[in-house]
Nanobody, 114 residues
Framework: VQLVESGGGLVQPGGSLRLSCAAS????????MSWYRQAPGKERDMVAG????????SYADSVKGRFTISRDNVKNTVYLQMNSLKPEDTAIYYC????????WGKGTLVTVSS
């Protein structure tokens, strides 16, 4: 089982980034997928989640209207489009696959700073 996040980096406030999480080694389309983030000194919190077929999504209040989660069950990849980024969005972003047990990626760092 492998989850590999990519797309993080340094962006100015108001900018955009798209994160990707490529999955392998398990039946991706059967798993609920979500993105979490952890800022320095803080707990890891859920940012967004998406059901197996992508029909339903959920978001943390802090990112509603700015972030969009999506998935491609052919490419075994989940995405997080992040717009109107703020300094408080700075964190390591992780993807998680859930079906009874959870699988985690190693994360990608997003830094929002001028």
């Amino acid at each position: 089982v492998q989850l590999v996040e990519s797309g993080g980096g340094l962006v100015q406030p108001g900018g955009s980034l798209r994160l990707s999480c490529a999955a392998s080694g398990f039946a991706f389309s059967s798993y609920y997928m979500s993105w979490y983030r952890q800022a320095p000194g803080k707990e890891r919190d859920m940012v967004a989640g998406i059901t197996r077929a992508g029909g339903r999504t959920s978001y943390a209040d802090s990112v509603k209207g700015r972030f969009t989660i999506s998935r491609d069950n052919v490419k075994n990849t989940v995405y997080l489009q992040m717009n109107s980024l703020k300094p408080e969005d700075t964190a390591i972003y992780y993807c998680k696959a859930s079906l009874g047990m959870d699988y985690w990626g190693k994360g990608t760092l997003v830094t929002v700073s001028s």
